[in-house]
């Protein structure tokens, strides 16, 4: 079984039996059998999750290259990036609507460091990475998603599968409250700085009253 289908199966099992979880049939890859007309229906994403009256579209990717590809604008020959933009597309126009809240889960493995690191990121959030990726790269790395606020889904090796900490997942979706999503082609985005801590505050207010720390 390929990486992939692996890591949908173990999200699969890690989704708790409260929870709604549809996982859309693969697209069809011909008609009459082939012998007449071919071609491939492009699914806008991978799942639908439901909980506490939130819908959740949800694309997943799994990679071991340190990074993950994505389309940053459409194309008409078959793209090799790992994120097409009929996926991204897909994402975005779902979660235009009230009560849904779309994003990519993305697992990065590391056989050397044996290490495997899952994050989940919205839909808007990626539109605004990719805006600022613009130019300089068409891939994604951890430091990237952490920039643009990505959660990271917590992952617990039992035997051979991975368990993930769904529900943790879900709980954060929940508080997302007034998501916005960037329109095609007008993205705007703010990087993602943690908050001050109460120690930091008082080195500067100190600092402003002339004390050198």
């Not at 699914?43 to 999750?49: G, I, K, L, S």
């Not at 409250?177 to 993602?192: A, D, H, V």
Request: hydrophobic share 35%; charged share 30%.
């Amino acid at each position: 079984m390929n990486k992939g289908k692996v890591f949908e199966d173990e999200f699969k099992a890690s989704v708790p039996k409260n929870v709604f979880l549809y996982r859309l049939p693969d697209a069809a890859s011909g008609f009459a059998g082939g012998k007449v007309t071919r071609f491939a229906l492009k699914n806008p994403f991978d799942f639908f999750m439901f909980s506490d009256g939130i819908l959740m579209p949800l694309e997943l990717k799994t990679t071991e290259k340190g990074a993950i590809s994505f389309d940053s604008k459409p194309t008409k020959n078959r793209s090799q990036n790992m994120i097409k933009w009929h996926q991204i597309e897909g994402l975005r126009q779902a979660s235009e609507n009230n009560r849904v809240r779309g994003g990519f889960l993305l697992q990065f493995r590391d056989k050397e460091k044996a290490y495997i690191r899952t994050y989940w990121i919205s839909i808007g959030d990626f539109l605004c990475m990719m805006e600022s990726l613009e130019g300089k790269k068409k891939s994604c790395n951890e430091k990237d998603l952490k920039a643009f606020r990505a959660f990271e889904v917590f992952g617990q090796l039992k035997r051979t599968r991975y368990v993930y900490d769904v529900g943790a997942l879900i709980q954060h979706i929940g508080t997302l409250e007034n998501l916005k999503i960037p329109k095609r082609g007008g993205y705007s985005f703010e990087i993602y700085k943690p908050k001050t801590t109460e120690l930091e505050i008082d080195f500067e207010a100190l600092r402003a009253k002339g004390v050198d720390i």
